[in-house]
């Protein structure tokens, strides 16, 4: 018994010995590390972002049409309004076509953002939009069509086949491994929307037990993630939270919750209710992100959510930048009814024209009065 007490104590005194990190960024962070995390952070305030010229993830990323002139310019004018983060969207296929590349390209696109002071929060998986991605040349815009492009990760064949789940842990780790040390990122959204399954656009595509095949990978992006040490904190984005009656979470809310490092989600209802859904989140003690805000047409407005994002001290990344080739500016019942004719009353998403000039002026003098930074370009 001596001797157990003896190597019990031994190698307790090793671990002592070892550092600290090398245990804190393996699993879920405390509440206390998350808040400490935050303060540490200038309030964040941004875009969900893709170049104008690129219709999807594929597009944006890949060598052939990767353009980091252009990046570059519309991270200025991002630097410029005051914003010091952006939502940056990856895909599983770039890594099975070109890992070394897409690597390369990843730290370019970060020194890019570096020099104009933007850290991003990227996205691994995604569950929003056309199920079937596939690699090479996209197709152009549907006329009048909100993202009439955008494709998921994984596609619903990878999803549903355990065959590729081998490929996909390798993507994960991958990526995450790369930079999980880069103080240039911000963190890891490790799938967006995760539970959706995109009725009125491709729900005829997705598989009919979509939700179950989510439910039992997503605890396991999670830890494959963790697998990489990151020393960024990872998130998933709650966006169907009943926070009005108080329902109880579903099975894959409780999954986001119980390994989210920092609480992240999506309203793009009136001001009232953003305000309601904070107050309900503030309960778990942990930092609050909103990933996706900002719909003119359906009351969600940088006028009236971006200063309660402020007073409430939550992370504000509103959906779209530059108007471009996803074409988010048309509402989302542009699905149902093309905007072929008549342009929309007013822009549902983006900041930008795809000159740099604002939709609206004074919306981006209120993101430079509320954060403090920009300039008049």
């Known amino acids: 018994m001596r001797r157990v007490r003896v190597l019990t104590g031994f190698l307790a005194g ?39 010229d690129a219709i999807n993830q594929l597009e944006m990323w890949q060598a052939e049409t990767f353009d980091p002139a252009q990046i570059d310019k519309e991270l200025g004018w991002a630097q410029g309004m005051g914003m010091n983060t952006m939502r940056v969207f990856l895909h599983d296929l770039l890594w099975q076509q070109d890992a070394a590349g897409f690597k390369k390209r990843l730290d370019q696109f970060l020194e890019i953002a570096a020099r104009h002071q933007i850290r991003p929060l990227f996205v691994l998986f995604d569950s929003c939009w056309d199920p079937h991605p596939k690699l090479g040349p996209q197709h152009p815009p549907i006329p009048g069509v909100h993202n009439s492009g955008w494709v998921q990760s994984p596609g619903s064949p ?26 240039r990122v911000l963190g890891w959204d490790v799938w967006n929307e995760p539970s959706n399954t995109n009725e009125g656009s491709y729900s005829d595509l997705e598989p009919k037990n979509k939700e179950a095949l989510v439910e039992k990978m997503l605890p396991k992006v999670f830890a494959w993630a963790r697998e990489a040490n990151p020393s960024q904190p990872l998130t998933s984005g709650l966006w169907d939270v009943d926070y009005e009656e108080g ?55 940088f006028d009236t959510v971006l200063p309660l994002a402020k007073k409430y001290k939550v992370a504000a990344i509103n959906w779209g930048f530059v108007a471009g080739k996803t074409q988010t500016y048309y509402p989302w019942d542009s699905w149902r009814h093309p905007y072929i004719l008549d342009q929309p009353a007013v822009w549902f998403h983006e900041v930008l024209h795809a000159d740099g000039k604002p939709y609206r002026e004074a919306e981006v003098q209120l993101i430079r009065q509320l954060t403090g930074r920009g300039r008049v370009p």
């Open 14 to 52: 090793l671990l002592l010995l070892l550092p600290c990190s090398l245990f804190a960024q393996s699993s879920h962070w405390t509440p206390e590390r998350a808040q400490a995390w935050y303060h540490q952070q200038p309030w964040l305030v941004g875009s969900n972002y893709i170049p104008d």
């Open 158 to 183: 990878a999803l549903g086949d355990p065959a590729q789940e081998s490929r996909l842990r390798a993507y994960v780790t991958g990526v995450v491994g790369a930079f999980a040390r880069d103080p």
């Open 247 to 301: 329902a109880a979470l579903t099975k894959t809310q409780q999954i986001q919750f119980d390994n989210s490092d920092v609480v992240s989600f999506h309203n793009y209802g009136w001001p009232e209710n953003f305000e309601k859904e904070v107050l309900f989140l503030q309960k778990f003690n942990r930092p609050l992100i909103c990933t996706e805000y900002m719909a003119r047409s359906a009351g969600s407005t």
